[in-house]
């Protein structure tokens, strides 16, 4: 399960940008044609954070869907796997959209002294 690793990479980057801060919310961008599980990252978030200024942080993740770019016609084809075909015939598309993996958000706790 590679998505373990990928969780503490996570959870690496969001504590180092929270800088010793409590992580309330962490808000991630999957795309569907990026191998990667959205529910395996939530249930090894739980296990990764324990201990980190993640623990207890809620976990949100977006699923972007996948598109490609006709090479011929230049349309956008919706995808669902990571080929496909225009609607003019052509199989020649290029992927922009759907392999994302994004730390879109961190929300930290505020103490007021």
Do not use: W, Y
Not at 7 to 13: D, M, R
Not at 75 to 87: H, K, R, S, T
């Amino acid at each position: 399960m590679h998505e373990l690793g990928i969780t503490q990479n996570i959870v690496a980057i969001v504590a180092e940008h929270a800088q010793g801060a409590k992580v309330k919310r962490v808000l991630l961008e999957i795309g569907k044609l990026s191998a990667i599980m959205p529910d395996a990252i939530s249930f090894c978030f739980d296990v990764v954070s324990q201990g980190t200024v993640l623990e207890g942080a809620k976990l949100e993740i977006q699923e972007i869907p996948g598109l490609g770019k006709c090479r011929e016609c230049g349309a956008e084809v919706p995808l669902d796997v990571p080929f496909g075909i225009c609607n003019c015939g052509s199989m020649q598309l290029d992927l922009i959209a759907g392999e994302e993996l994004k730390i879109k958000e961190i929300e930290i706790e505020e103490i007021c002294v």
